[in-house]
Protein backbone atom coordinates (compact mmCIF):
# COMPACT_ATOMS: atom_id res chain seq x y z
CA UNK A 1 0.00 0.00 0.00
CA UNK A 2 1.33 3.45 -0.80
CA UNK A 3 1.87 5.74 1.96
CA UNK A 4 0.71 9.75 1.87
CA UNK A 5 3.05 11.87 3.18
CA UNK A 6 3.30 15.78 3.71
CA UNK A 7 6.36 17.18 1.76
CA UNK A 8 8.75 20.29 3.02
CA UNK A 9 10.41 22.05 0.15
CA UNK A 10 12.52 24.51 -0.68
CA UNK A 11 14.40 26.82 -3.24
CA UNK A 12 16.93 29.47 -2.17
CA UNK A 13 19.18 31.63 -4.45
CA UNK A 14 22.47 30.49 -4.52
CA UNK A 15 23.80 33.58 -2.62
CA UNK A 16 21.91 32.29 0.04
CA UNK A 17 23.57 28.52 0.03
CA UNK A 18 25.46 27.25 2.91
CA UNK A 19 24.27 30.29 5.47
CA UNK A 20 22.22 27.48 7.10
CA UNK A 21 18.73 29.13 6.59
CA UNK A 22 17.09 26.05 4.67
CA UNK A 23 18.22 23.90 8.23
CA UNK A 24 16.62 26.99 9.90
CA UNK A 25 13.72 26.63 7.87
CA UNK A 26 13.13 23.17 7.63
CA UNK A 27 13.26 22.33 10.87
CA UNK A 28 10.64 25.53 11.94
CA UNK A 29 8.57 24.09 9.34
CA UNK A 30 8.73 20.49 10.49
CA UNK A 31 8.14 21.65 14.07
CA UNK A 32 4.94 24.09 12.65
CA UNK A 33 3.25 21.04 11.00
CA UNK A 34 3.61 18.28 13.46
CA UNK A 35 2.87 21.04 16.83
CA UNK A 36 0.36 23.72 15.01
CA UNK A 37 -0.82 21.87 12.19
CA UNK A 38 -1.68 18.25 13.78
CA UNK A 39 0.47 16.63 10.89
CA UNK A 40 1.52 12.86 11.67
CA UNK A 41 5.27 13.46 12.32
CA UNK A 42 5.90 10.02 10.58
CA UNK A 43 3.96 11.18 7.00
CA UNK A 44 6.61 14.06 6.67
CA UNK A 45 8.60 13.94 3.77
CA UNK A 46 11.18 15.34 1.40
CA UNK A 47 11.43 14.47 -2.71
CA UNK A 48 15.55 15.53 -2.97
CA UNK A 49 17.42 15.16 -6.56
CA UNK A 50 19.63 12.17 -5.70
CA UNK A 51 22.80 14.29 -6.38
CA UNK A 52 22.01 17.10 -4.71
CA UNK A 53 23.73 16.09 -1.07
CA UNK A 54 23.43 19.57 0.35
CA UNK A 55 19.60 19.31 0.79
CA UNK A 56 20.07 15.49 1.52
CA UNK A 57 22.46 16.88 4.56
CA UNK A 58 20.05 19.32 5.16
CA UNK A 59 17.31 16.87 5.72
CA UNK A 60 19.71 14.29 7.92
CA UNK A 61 19.72 17.33 10.24
CA UNK A 62 16.03 17.00 11.06
CA UNK A 63 16.61 13.47 12.13
CA UNK A 64 14.74 12.30 8.47
CA UNK A 65 16.72 9.71 6.88
CA UNK A 66 17.10 8.07 3.37
CA UNK A 67 13.95 5.73 2.40
CA UNK A 68 14.14 5.02 -1.32
CA UNK A 69 16.08 6.08 -4.52
CA UNK A 70 13.37 6.67 -7.63
CA UNK A 71 13.02 7.81 -10.77
CA UNK A 72 10.42 10.17 -12.19
CA UNK A 73 11.28 11.54 -15.59
CA UNK A 74 14.46 10.08 -15.98
CA UNK A 75 15.54 11.98 -12.58
CA UNK A 76 16.81 10.26 -10.06
CA UNK A 77 15.48 11.16 -6.28
CA UNK A 78 15.64 10.16 -2.66
CA UNK A 79 12.62 9.89 -0.19
CA UNK A 80 13.79 11.20 2.72
CA UNK A 81 11.31 10.74 5.88
CA UNK A 82 10.99 10.64 9.46
CA UNK A 83 10.14 7.48 9.79
CA UNK A 84 11.33 4.64 7.59
CA UNK A 85 8.68 1.93 8.92
CA UNK A 86 5.65 4.26 7.78
CA UNK A 87 6.94 4.15 4.18
CA UNK A 88 7.87 0.42 4.45
Known amino acids: M?????????DF???YWNQGYAS?????????AI?????????ICSFIHAHNKASQRVSEK???ENIKEYKA???????YGLSKGYFM
Open 2 to 10: KKKCVEIGY
Open 73 to 79: NDINYYL
Open 35 to 43: EKLKIEKQS
Open 13 to 15: SSK
Open 62 to 64: IDM
Open 24 to 32: EAENEVKNY
